[in-house]
């Protein structure tokens, strides 16, 4: 079975730009997650969609979109990029509602996005 | 506000000998707890999770921890060091309340260097 698979592995962008990243979930998953890994910032909690819907945010300004298709797969946006979005980026998948419902997070290998 | 501390950054140990990476967390109720090992360049992989069952719980690759609430400690032990254990280490607990939903809260990580 597939696990989470994200898209591009690596990205550059210049500062000012737009990012895309994007994340299928395993299949039968309908929660699909964004962290932000920064060096010397830890993992942070970015999104939460389930069904489509956003079921919550972390702490990030609005230029940090994102978006869950029918299928369960996800986009995270990340507009006017700055130096401090440099970071790499982790999509897991679960069903609905982890980790409070008692279900496992799968973690994909993440996109490592470097703002120049 | 929930918090998870992992005391030390970084952990050395030779091969062969115990592994202790300690994890302390601050939540008004018991919460879920989990360990997360990260291997260079590599997504999140769970090696064990503690949801109210039993207090030790065994993971993959021979690690195991203890939850212990009157310590609110939750620290991964393995008796015996392996060279591919060298990794880095990551304790999170599960997000409670309305703002915390669905979403996991990371420690900043223990990186654990084994010693030939």
């Known amino acids: 079975e597939a696990g989470v698979t994200q898209s591009p592995t690596h990205l550059i962008k210049t500062r000012g730009q737009q990012a895309t990243l994007r994340c299928s979930p395993i299949?039968?998953?309908?929660?699909v997650y964004w962290y932000q890994q920064a060096l010397g910032l830890g993992l942070q909690f970015l999104l939460w969609y389930d069904e489509g819907e956003e079921r919550n945010r972390g702490n990030f300004p609005p230029r940090f979109s994102g978006r869950q298709f029918p299928n369960y797969s996800s986009e995270l946006n990340v507009n006017a990029l700055e130096l401090e979005d440099s970071a790499l980026y982790l999509c897991?998948?679960?069903?609905?509602?982890?980790?409070?419902?008692?279900?496992?997070?799968?973690f994909g290998q993440g996109t490592r996005l470097t703002v120049v | 506000a929930q918090s998870v501390t992992q005391l030390g950054s970084h952990v050395s140990v030779s091969e062969g000998a115990l592994v202790l990476l300690r994890c302390n967390y601050s939540s008004s109720v018991p919460p879920y707890l989990f360990w997360y090992v990260q291997y260079p360049n590599q997504g999140l992989q769970l090696l064990l999770k503690?949801?109210?069952?039993?207090?030790l719980v065994k993971g993959i690759n021979g690690f195991e921890a203890e939850f212990k609430k009157s310590e609110t400690s939750f620290h991964l032990t393995k008796p015996s060091a392996h060279m591919s254990d060298a990794a880095e280490y990551f304790c999170a607990v599960s997000g409670l309340g309305s703002g915390n939903t669905g979403k996991l809260i990371f420690g900043q990580g223990t990186t654990l260097q084994v010693k030939p």
């Open positions: 299949s039968g998953h309908t929660s």
């Open positions: 503690y949801t109210s069952a039993a207090t």
């Open positions: 897991a998948s679960s069903f609905f509602g982890s980790p409070i419902s008692n279900t496992e997070a799968f």
